[in-house]
DNA sequence: ATTCCTGCAAATACTTTGCATCCTT
DNA sequence: AAGGATGCAAAGTATTTGCAGGAAT
């Protein structure tokens, strides 16, 4: 994990090395509040923002954006390419895998007079879950 | 104009009407910040948030999340399934249309143990627009 | 030893709330 | 006239910045 954080060209800090082990046990995303929350004590909240940051601009974290709350985050994968589906009742949220993202880019770009690559995409699903949908 | 407002249950006031009338002269997204600049001397910040609220709730405005930048609104064209595609350098914004989320979504709803329905979706692309892409 | 990181304090920026007044209906 | 809507002031959160001390390399 050290090593992980080092090849990203950080200092394997106790607080990189908090965070980076937090996101490694959920497989939800989490919101920088839920990470200060947890990591309180140890980790100060300003250093968890500085780090989601730069862990984001070198590539080892995704931010999350889902509809009417704010940005969550999760360890990238590079070979996995999950999507989030979320109750828009209990904001229970779960993972899918695999989405048409590939294609649609091209087409995209097909249509597009101004874009030149695609470089990522964002895929979610919004819906309810089997206990919220009984209500 | 008014008669939309009035449909949705609203009174047709003057800030009902001036921010309805921003976004409709607009094919690109707009956050809070930006209505409420362009509406200052006319609309408080403050009614700009609630007015954005109250039509959210109400259908007429959507939401939109892009990485990095603030949630951002535009009328909802309910027969409009369009999407959109962000330049990660200069944070241009432009519209496509078409994606394939309905195959999507019945793709998860089969990998799903705990969803039992779909009712929306996001879908957007970030890449390099052509001026960004030679620097 | 050097340079990067972190915590703390504080400044900014964003968003929500309360309330008296104003304006549609 | 009645009730919803607005503006202003202010409170509450979220996020960013500066800087001195601490830790990894």
Redesign the interface.
Known sequence: MAETIRDAGFRATKPRLALFSRLTKTSRPMSIQELAQELAGKVDQVTVYRMIDAFKKAGLVR?V????VRPKYELTDPRDDH?H?V??ECR?V?D??????E???K???R??R??????????????????C?TK
């Open positions: 931010e954006h889902l509809r009417g999507h589906i109750c828009t229970k779960e899918f895998v695999g989405c048409g993202a294609k649609m880019g087409e995209a770009l249509q597009s101004s874009f030149a690559a695609i470089t990522g995409h964002t895929f979610d699903l919004y819906g309810l879950c089997k206990e949908i």
